[in-house]
């Protein structure tokens, strides 16, 4: 496995975390609050995680769509782990205004 498809894989992984911990915490206030800015990001982490977790599953459980992407497409697979490493900057921001 390439080294990108690890770090994308790692960088995956750390965004599954990161939009666990902000569901929790906008489902919470949502439940608190009514407002539908709650609801907007609470809906917002929810199909993002989808999204990460269906990356998960392809860039660390399955090695038959890992090796076809190292052999077929290696540039498009650098530009994936490259947009799942800028996505992990995006949530670290939010995640660091949420603890705010």
Known sequence: MGV??????????VNVVLLV??????????????SKHALALSLFALLLLAENLLAFYYYVLDPQVATLLNSAAPIAGRAMMFVQ?????????LTWSAFD
Do not use: D, H, K, P
């Not at 990108?4 to 992984?13: E, H, N």
């Not at 915490?25 to 009514?34: A, K, P, T």
């Not at 490493?85 to 921001?93: N, Y």
């Open 21 to 34: 911990a902000l569901l929790g915490i906008w489902g919470r206030n949502y439940r608190q609050f009514r």
């Open 4 to 13: 990108w498809l690890t770090a994308a894989g790692a960088a995956t992984a």
């Open 85 to 93: 490493v800028l996505e992990l900057g995006a949530l670290l921001v």
